[in-house]
């Protein structure tokens, strides 16, 4: 289904219900109950790795099946790939899309562009860990031959509304299933404290563990308090009509076939009712919510985020133990959706004696005819009518059934059985390739490599060898300014509440008086209201003297080459650059980059460094979420401030609320410190080192710049009390799978 336009020009549409399946199983079964589209993971490349996943020949079937019904096949490739892994990315997508592959998810800026360049005609979808929470990260995305955005999950129905009203993109939101406590991209928590990365599709939802919160006050607060409600929007879908949601995304490619396709027949039905009456008020009934409520949650639903809330009332608290309840209505919805209905076709057969046996098959306007061995002449024992149409008629495991049947048959004609079982396999066979026919394509691609999608874009010049230091907090300036090997200071966002303009450019000019160059680190998320925000600071901002930004969305990409289109741009680590053609592709936007902290010594090596900066100390945030620990345990008081959260091993995690763009960061328990490696780094091409201040005092800030001074002039190191034995080298060593 696409959208359509009515008579006076504005955009209409109707829904898309698009349901997951982690097999071949389900996914016949959410056709059964009424899913127009399915999203599918792969042998490589999905976000679900311990998912069953499909197998090549399983997913080639999959397309098929799904296109003789009508429906279509979204195919998952949202895990970022290292550079081993995207050279096999041609020849895994190859057949899917000569097979007629719907539409792929991507994650990876340079996956992005090396399907736009090898697999024309490919719709791309941005899948929701590209975290795409404004109309500025939507218009990014379009510019670059997005097909479809998915919205992170965080958005309210409002926020909707205007990325649709000021871009025209087709959004696909989610309606229903679990819910992150971190915007979806911006997690590392499973990766770093545990080597699963959520980027890699292998997350061990550290989320779902008890936590300890010490507020500001030194109260101290015990609970589930990372682990969200699932969301249910059954009774939002009038709204999210308004809003100019497309297509609604049922999360759970994890869940057993009950969930999938009892969700998806639920949703079916009021999506059906809606769209006759799509003026008309309606309510969901209790018994279908009880459904629902049977299939599956965690400590009951919410929709808070679609009307602007967050805290409390999305917080399970309790442990998030998976529920389902009523196993007769799961054996059920087995036995009802285990297989679609077969597809009508009409049929005639003609038996005429010294003549080819011939079988037609008519389905609308596809017209397909077989023919057979020459019918003989009986000697004994004539073909008899009723044996016509058994063999006919008996279409097995063909999604085919015959309708119609006229029966041509000479007297005292005989045909064996085996033949006239060949020649309905025959007529099947030219009717299923007839109706799969448009959708198969042929790629003409010769060159698998990587081709830059905007040559001849020059980037701006960068010096190199900077040594940067960044911090979240005011009082640190004075000892970052006073240290003669600091290159460049990089004032962050979070420490100027609310984008107080006057503080930052106090800050700028005495950075500048002290011989410095100064960059501005943009906000970990721009949801519209912030970018509204800086929009309006726009002009005040240009008299600033930034020479460069770091830049931690795509939106802002699209906002600082409007207002600042001759800064020097660095992609901060979060907007990932672990292959070469993501560093090309950021390169060819005028983009520099930071090398991704879940990448490992050898990987780093094998990437081409194209002067990258690196991270070389800093607390490195695990989560930057919507939700913040501070309302959910008590109120939203509207001030910027930091907490600890603490695990079952009494581990403390420093969390900051930036209330300035309402989100909320957990950092690890234990600074990154990489001042032993710089110089085999530098051997890989790193040009730039980052140290990163985030809740560090004035005493422990001294301590760090002298550290990393010693080991710069190659001095012997002692190693203060504040790092000796509490320090970590993040994945340098280890990485992830």
């Not at 081993?84 to 998810?105: C, F, H, M």
């Not at 999210?240 to 639920?266: F, N």
């Not at 010096?463 to 940067?468: A, G, K, L, T, V």
């Not at 780093?604 to 939700?627: C, D, K, V």
């Amino acid at each position: 289904m696409k959208p359509c336009r009515n008579t006076d020009g504005q955009k209409q549409h109707i829904f898309e219900l698009l349901a997951p399946a982690g097999s071949f199983e389900i996914f016949k079964a959410v056709i059964a109950a009424g899913a127009d589209a399915v999203y599918v993971g792969g042998s490589m490349f999905g976000a679900r790795a311990y998912a069953d996943n499909f197998s090549a020949d399983e997913l080639l079937m999959a397309i098929d099946y799904a296109h003789l019904y009508g429906r279509k096949v979204y195919l998952t490739v949202n895990t970022l790939l290292k550079n081993s892994e995207i050279r096999q990315l041609y020849d895994y997508l190859l057949p899917y899309y000569e097979r007629g592959l719907d539409a792929v998810l991507v994650q990876d800026l340079g996956v992005f562009r090396f399907i736009k360049d090898n697999f024309p005609g490919l719709p791309i979808h941005t899948s929701t860990q590209m975290t795409v929470t404004s109309a500025e990260d939507a218009e990014f995305f379009k510019n670059l031959g997005a097909e479809r955005i998915v919205l992170a999950r965080e958005l309210s129905l409002s926020e909707m509304k205007q990325i649709h009203d000021k871009t025209g993109m087709e959004l696909e939101a989610f309606v229903h299933g679990a819910h992150c406590y971190s915007y979806s991209g911006q997690c590392l928590f499973s990766s770093i404290l545990g080597g699963r990365s959520g980027n890699r599709g292998r997350c061990a939802q550290p989320c779902r563990l008890p936590y300890t919160l010490l507020d500001k006050s030194g109260t101290s607060h015990e609970s589930y308090l990372l682990s969200l409600k699932d969301l249910c929007g059954i009774g939002d879908l009038n709204k999210l009509y308004a809003a100019g949601v497309y297509s609604l995304k049922i999360e759970g490619r994890m869940k057993q076939l009950a969930y999938a396709a009892g969700v998806v027949s639920v949703y079916r039905k009021y999506i059906d009712k809606f769209s006759v009456h799509p003026d008309a008020a309606y309510q969901v009934a209790e018994n279908d919510k009880k459904i629902l409520f049977q299939l599956g949650n965690r400590c009951g639903f919410t929709n808070a985020y679609y009307h602007k809330k967050t805290g409390k009332d999305m917080v399970t608290f309790f442990k998030p133990s998976y529920e389902k309840t009523n196993e007769s209505l799961q054996k059920k919805i087995e036995e009802t959706y285990r297989d679609c209905s077969k597809i009508e076709v009409d049929a005639r057969v003609c038996l005429q004696k010294n003549e080819p046996v011939s079988l037609e098959l008519n389905m609308g306007q596809i017209h397909v005819c077989a023919n057979g061995m020459s019918v003989m002449e009986a000697k004994t024992n004539p073909l008899a009518e009723d044996e016509v149409r058994k063999r006919i008629t008996k279409t097995g495991d063909t999604p085919f059934c015959i309708r119609n049947l006229d029966v041509t048959l000479d007297e005292a004609v005989f045909l064996p059985n085996g033949a006239l079982n060949q020649l309905r396999r025959d007529a099947f066979e030219q009717l299923k390739h007839q109706l799969l026919k448009p959708y198969y394509r042929k790629c003409n691609t010769v060159n698998k490599t990587i081709l830059n999608p905007y040559s001849g874009i020059v980037t701006t010049h960068k010096q190199e060898n900077r040594i940067i230091c960044l911090t979240e907090e005011r009082f640190l300036l004075p000892q970052l300014l006073s240290r003669t090997f600091v290159t460049t200071i990089c004032l962050d966002y979070g420490a100027y509440h609310g984008l107080q303009i006057s503080e930052l450019s106090e800050d700028a000019d005495a950075a500048k008086k002290a011989g410095k160059e100064v960059w501005f680190a943009m906000p970990r998320i721009f949801r519209q209201r912030t970018a509204e925000q800086f929009e309006k600071a726009a002009n005040e901002l240009k008299r600033i003297p930034f020479d460069g930004f770091l830049v931690r969305t795509y939106g802002q990409i699209h906002y600082l080459k409007n207002h600042f289109p001759s800064a020097v741009l660095v992609a901060d680590y979060n907007l990932y650059t672990y292959n070469d053609t993501s560093v090309q592709a950021f390169e060819a936007c005028g983009l520099y980059n930071t090398v991704p902290l879940e990448l490992n010594k050898k990987e780093i090596f094998h990437r081409t460094n194209h002067a990258s900066e690196m991270i070389i100390y800093g607390r490195y945030p695990l989560m930057t979420s919507a939700q913040c620990v501070h309302s959910s345990t008590g109120s939203c008081d509207g001030i910027s401030g930091t907490c600890c959260l603490k695990d079952r091993r009494n581990v403390e995690f420093p969390v900051k609320n930036y209330c300035g763009a309402c989100y909320n960061v957990i950092y690890n328990s234990l600074p990154a410190m990489l001042f032993s490696s710089m110089d085999e780094l530098k051997k890989a091409g790193i040009s730039d080192f980052r140290l990163d201040f985030t809740v560090e005092d004035k005493t422990q800030t001294e301590e760090i710049l002298s550290l990393f001074q010693e080991f710069s002039e190659g001095r012997k190191q002692e190693y203060p009390k504040y790092l000796k034995n509490r320090y970590t080298n993040g994945h340098y060593k280890r990485g992830v799978e």
